[in-house]
């Protein structure tokens, strides 16, 4: 009976060994809102990232306040009037890399990878599907997609005097370096 415990134990041990956790707190996420008026960039390097290399779960969380601007005023506008990042503080997107099994986080490479789930702005969730790439480099893994968004799809809204300085689909840049955990 110790025996079928002991060998029991190992092959759990063993079976947790291959599924890998991959976290930062120090992603980055960037915006870009390009339009002949005005290009509008913001960048944020607070975003928290979690990877299980097996199933290929994926999670990201964005503080809203922690994005920069240029101009205060466009942080402030942008934080007051558009996001309203007091009563909605984090955008999130929940999903899976639905083709993991090709990522080998073994040994350095680059991957070309889609993710499936859902993306949460503003109190709206939306389902989408980002392609991007995995990369593997001394133990870590980089995550970069870049993706566009669209303001009305998560009810932000820009009011007239400014909708033209605002562009409709909005370019989002993620790039996260994961540590091994």
Do not use: W
């Amino acid at each position: 009976m110790r025996k079928v415990i002991i060998t029991a134990l190992l092959m759990c041990g063993a079976g947790s060994m291959y599924a890998q956790k991959y976290m930062t707190r120090t992603g980055k996420v960037s915006f870009y809102s390009p339009t002949p008026l005005e290009k509008i960039e913001a960048f944020n390097n607070e975003t928290a990232a979690i990877m299980d290399s097996k199933s290929g779960d994926v999670v990201f969380q964005v503080p809203v306040k922690s994005f920069k601007f240029d101009r205060a005023l466009m942080e402030e506008h942008f934080n007051e009037n558009y996001m309203e990042s007091d009563k909605y503080p984090k955008a999130e997107y929940k999903g899976k890399v639905t083709d993991i099994a090709k990522v080998d986080f073994s040994k350095d490479g680059t991957y070309n990878v889609n993710t499936t789930g859902k993306l949460t702005i503003h109190n709206v969730t939306n389902d989408v599907t980002v392609p991007g790439t995995i990369t593997i480099k001394g133990g870590k893994a980089t995550i970069n997609t870049k993706f566009n968004v669209k303001p009305k799809d998560y009810n932000i809204t820009i009011p007239s005097v400014v909708e033209k300085k605002i562009a409709k689909e909005i370019e989002v840049t993620v790039n996260c370096i994961l540590d091994k955990k």
